[in-house]
């Protein structure tokens, strides 16, 4: 018959509790992030302006950011690609009989 003691043992999980206290501690400090930026911000466009809550335009900011380095990190992997197939050079292929 196992004791308690050896019952607990068995069944903690320590990877568990530390991920579940991480997103604790991330959804907190997700909420005081948003809580903290709520005043109202001013963004001049070219064309216009617009008046919105300051964690619009830093989560907005963020996403076009996120958005612009994919994109760009796809236009360098392409060029890259290209260069590096043009840089290859390819053996001329072998007529019969003319070894």
Known sequence: MESPRDEF?????????LTLGLLILIGA???AFVVGND?????????????TSLIWVILLSL?????GGV?????AR??????SDASVET???ISDGDA
């Open 71 to 75: 994109l760009l990190s796809q236009i």
């Open 63 to 67: 996403l076009a950011g996120l958005v």
């Open 29 to 31: 400090y997700v909420i």
């Open 91 to 93: 053996p001329e292929s």
């Open 9 to 17: 043992e068995r069944s903690w999980q320590p990877r568990l509790w």
């Open 39 to 51: 005043e109202e911000a001013s963004v001049d466009f070219v064309f216009g302006e617009a008046r």
């Open 78 to 83: 392409r060029r890259h690609a290209r260069k």
